[in-house]
């Protein structure tokens, strides 16, 4: 019994414990690479020697990157950053605040580096708070970046940029922060900071995520913006209307804000579509149950999606007493909530969602996935089509209705897609 049971467990943990502290300097040598690469304003390459891969609905040419590895946010091999194009440059943050902007050409793309000041507002001790809070929770984590950059956004001559922000000691919530765009130094101030945060190490769930952060940041329009909000994992704040938490907002640009819907987990996609007067919203379900939902925005009541009542998918881990207080009905309508447009069993990440034509929309999620469908009556989802690509999609940004930017963090690399 101890040779067979015991011993070969030793070893197992002995051997899991090597990898983990070898994976943590793995990490901690690409964290101070980027800090390197952020201080003294390098220049960040990428370069298009393939041919177009022929993905059925679409061409992809892919710009694969020097070895000048971005940390990631999911693992620490290369690498996370979000992209958006904006006036015919191509723009990119890194997950720890590495701003840079180059001009869209055939063979490659070089970044320059614009100085900021992200650093004042999410820096190296947020970085390295990872271990502390989600060894707490997950036994061992040597993976990416907890507390990081969630989103860019450009528009209107301004940067807008959301981020885990540590809002009292241990007690997180998503904040935003904005400058006026130029090439020599941007200047970030507060446009949102909640006041309400949630603890990670004391609360009433004795759980936390800080990947349950949402963060995706549209344009409203010239004075708002609208901003989605994970529940960091503490539930029962999505179906609190005190709480910012689990919610997507509309924030004023002095800072007031109001919730636009509640009742959801994880909100990694957004898009406005000013023509029809809707929101759509992609979220990120549990273990399984990712959700496309549509918001009316000429609804006068607050619309609830049901989080953590309702759900398609299930608990990660499940006890008797979580199972009652977020029972995680399959039905939301039954329940008094809004039913998704379409939900994924099991979940496939679901994280960007954008307009590519009249009523004709394209995503992308986490595990490669790339999809476009139809929507029909304002209320239906047609033509559904997807096709998976080996590498997992940060960021997707438009540069025009057939051509699109997405961010491949399993290689650090950046894609153009060509509809067809």
């Not at 000041?117 to 970046?145: C, L, M, V």
């Not at 540590?166 to 900071?193: G, H, M, P, Q, R």
Request: positive net charge; hydrophobic residues 35%; charged residues 25%.
């Amino acid at each position: 019994i101890i040779k067979n049971f015991i011993f070969p467990f030793r070893v197992i943990n002995e051997k899991n414990l090597e990898i983990y502290n070898q994976e943590l300097k793995y990490r901690e040598a690409i964290l101070k690479n980027d800090l390197v690469l952020k201080k003294f304003l390098f220049d960040i390459y990428f370069f298009n020697e393939q041919n177009l891969i022929d993905l059925g609905f679409a061409d992809l040419k892919i710009y694969s990157s020097e070895p000048q590895i971005l940390a990631g946010i999911q693992r620490p091999e290369p690498g996370s950053a979000y992209i958006e194009y904006y006036k015919d440059e191509l723009y990119l943050l890194s997950s720890i605040g590495i701003f840079a902007k180059a001009k869209v050409e055939n063979k490659n793309l070089v970044f320059k580096q614009i100085e900021n000041n992200i650093g004042k507002f999410i820096n190296e001790k947020h970085f390295r708070k990872t271990d502390k809070i989600s060894a707490r929770f997950q036994n061992s984590w040597p993976y990416g970046i907890w507390f990081s950059i969630k989103d860019l956004k450009i528009f209107n001559e301004r940067v807008y940029v959301s981020f885990t922000d540590e809002i009292k000691e241990d007690c997180w919530n998503t904040s935003v922060i904005s400058a006026n765009l130029n090439s020599e130094k941007l200047d970030f101030k507060y446009v949102f900071k909640p006041k309400d945060c949630a603890n990670a190490i004391t609360n009433v769930d004795n759980e936390f995520n800080a990947f349950q952060s949402g963060g995706r940041i549209v344009d409203y329009d010239e004075n708002n913006i609208l901003l989605s909000v994970g529940d960091y994992r503490l539930r029962s704040n999505a179906q609190n209307k005190k709480s910012s938490l689990g919610k997507i907002l509309k924030i004023n640009l002095n800072g007031e804000f109001k919730p636009i819907s509640m009742g959801h987990r994880n909100p990694q996609g957004l898009l406005i579509d000013k023509t029809n007067k809707f929101v759509l919203a992609t979220e990120h379900g549990p273990r399984g149950g990712d959700e496309i939902n549509l918001i009316n925005l000429e609804r006068n009541s607050l619309p609830n999606y049901g989080w953590p009542i309702s759900s398609y998918g299930v608990h990660y881990t499940s006890t008797a007493k979580k199972n009652k207080k977020y029972p995680l009905h399959k039905s939301h309508k039954d329940h008094g909530y809004i039913e998704p447009l379409k939900y994924f069993t099991p979940s496939i990440g679901i994280s960007e969602i954008l307009k590519v034509g009249d009523n004709k929309f394209f995503g992308t999620a986490l595990n490669g996935t790339m999809y476009k469908f139809d929507i029909q009556n304002k209320n239906e989802i047609v033509n559904f089509s997807s096709v998976k690509i080996p590498q997992r999609i940060r960021d997707a940004t438009l540069k025009n209705e057939k051509e699109i930017f997405i961010y491949l963090e399993t290689t650090a690399s950046i894609g153009l897609l060509r509809l067809k």
